[in-house]
């Protein structure tokens, strides 16, 4: 059931990406790369005076899997702020190296939790993270950010 609503919401999100576009007054911006895969993202940021991100978005190439996380997360930062999206980005991170179960562990994840089997193909865990790692560096004022 699970890894059916997994490649449901994967296809899906692949063919349309949420929030896939440049974002115009981004105050951060981050440059990711996958070179197992090949996936390639920017992800762009704009946080308000205030601390709370307003809006997300991310352009690039890369397999369904990295676009559909890059989509689902963009998706999900709108509205947070700097400090619930790091929770995100930690809970994340656990959820798909399978440390973080989400019927046994709380958790903010919400839909996010569709990628919870991914922990057992791990070629494709730096996939589903890159987006993630792209964002944390994005918002920690890194420029690139590389999944090796
Ligand atoms: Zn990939």
Not at 63 to 75: E, Y
Not at 89 to 97: A, G, P
Not at 103 to 122: A, C, M, R
Request: aromatic share 8%; net charge neutral; proline share 3%.
């Amino acid at each position: 059931m699970r890894d059916e609503l997994y490649q449901q919401t994967i296809l899906e999100h692949n063919r349309n990406p949420r929030n896939f576009r440049k974002l115009e007054g981004a105050t951060h911006v981050a440059e990711g790369y996958n070179p197992l895969c090949g996936d390639h993202l920017w992800v762009y940021v704009k946080v308000n005076p205030v601390g709370t991100i307003e809006d997300a978005a991310f352009e690039g190439s890369g397999c369904a899997i990295s676009k559909a996380s890059a989509s689902m997360m963009t998706a999900s930062l709108k509205g947070k702020s700097i400090a619930e999206a790091k929770v995100l980005f930690e809970e994340f991170h656990k959820l798909v190296i399978g440390e973080l179960k989400p019927d046994e562990h709380s958790n903010h994840l919400g839909k996010l939790t569709v990628f919870s089997g991914i922990w057992q193909y791990p070629a494709r865990v730096k996939c589903a993270s890159l987006s993630w790692h792209t964002m944390h560096g994005a918002l920690e004022k890194a420029k690139t950010v590389s999944t090796e």
